[in-house]
């Protein structure tokens, strides 16, 4: 049986590098990075998949007798911002989608009545927080966490520990995929925002054929009734492209991750 009190120094060192990446990489992923999933929580998952991912990580052999601290500590900091980096990129999808919902709810009329998402600790309209709730159901049935937590696994086979090197083809990468943010949510807001811009252009007709008609109060409820009349119409819709839009984020971590290796 192992001695956790008289542990090899070596292997402490690589465990905490490995730490730092794991335990970075859930505090700013999807579903982990949610302030409703408690600190202690997170601390202690980080835990059992560092102790689990351990056995078959390339330790770092460090010359314990000439052991620099400041280069350990430059090494902490790079695992944390292999973490950073990849967490932060398992958001992008969630990023499309609440802007999408920002984009529904200003043509519904919703822009001022904003609300706390707890997922993402921000103000956003009604129609963003119900999307990213859906969105979120959706990556749970599709397994998503578990090919988060894969992935991370993944990460130190394409990226040793101390393995970081940027190179032309990451950035490259980092910002088409930051651009298609823009153009998903646009995606996804088109036919909404469509309709109702048709429903604003019939009111713009109305009132120049009938300038006493009282635009302004009756035309915020009919653009709200229509507005979740066609949500609701367009969930299915929904549900695939977001069904299909994770798969895709998927595939594009798993690309990010090894453009950003030795």
């Known amino acids: 049986m192992i001695d956790i009190f008289n542990l090899p120094l070596i ?16 505090f700013f992923g999807p579903v982990f990075n949610s302030s409703l999933i408690p600190s202690q929580l997170k601390v202690g998952l980080a835990l059992t998949l560092a102790v689990l991912i351990y056995p078959f990580v390339s330790k770092i052999t460090f010359p314990i007798d000439k052991l620099d601290i400041i280069n350990y500590t430059l090494l902490l900091a790079l695992e944390l911002g292999i973490g950073i980096t990849i967490g932060f990129l398992s958001t992008f999808i969630f990023a499309a989608i609440q802007t999408a919902g920002q984009l529904i709810g200003f043509s519904m009329g919703l822009a001022i009545a904003n609300v706390l998402d707890p997922i993402t600790n921000e103000q956003v309209s009604e129609i963003s927080h119900l999307q990213n709730i859906f969105a979120l159901m959706i990556f749970l049935l599709l397994n998503g966490h578990h090919i988060f937590i894969e992935s991370c696994m993944h990460s130190f086979t394409f990226i040793p520990l101390g393995g970081f090197f940027i ?22 807001s088109a036919p909404m925002v469509v309709s109702l811009y048709i429903v ?7 009132s120049r054929i009938a300038p006493q008609a009282n635009i302004m109060i009756v035309g915020l409820p009919i653009k709200l ?29 798993f690309m990010l991750i090894k453009s950003f290796g030795f």
């Open 167 to 188: 190179k032309m083809s990451f950035l490259k990468l980092l910002l088409k995929f930051g651009s298609e943010i823009f153009i998903i949510a646009l995606q996804i």
């Open 225 to 253: 009734f229509v507005g979740f009349f066609f949500l609701m119409m367009s969930m299915p819709l929904f549900v695939f492209m977001f069904s299909k839009l994770f798969k895709v984020n998927m595939e594009q971590i």
């Open 200 to 206: 604003d252009l019939s009111f713009g007709i109305i």
């Open 11 to 26: 292997w402490v060192l690589n465990f905490f590098l490995i730490l730092a990446r794991v335990g970075s990489i859930l």
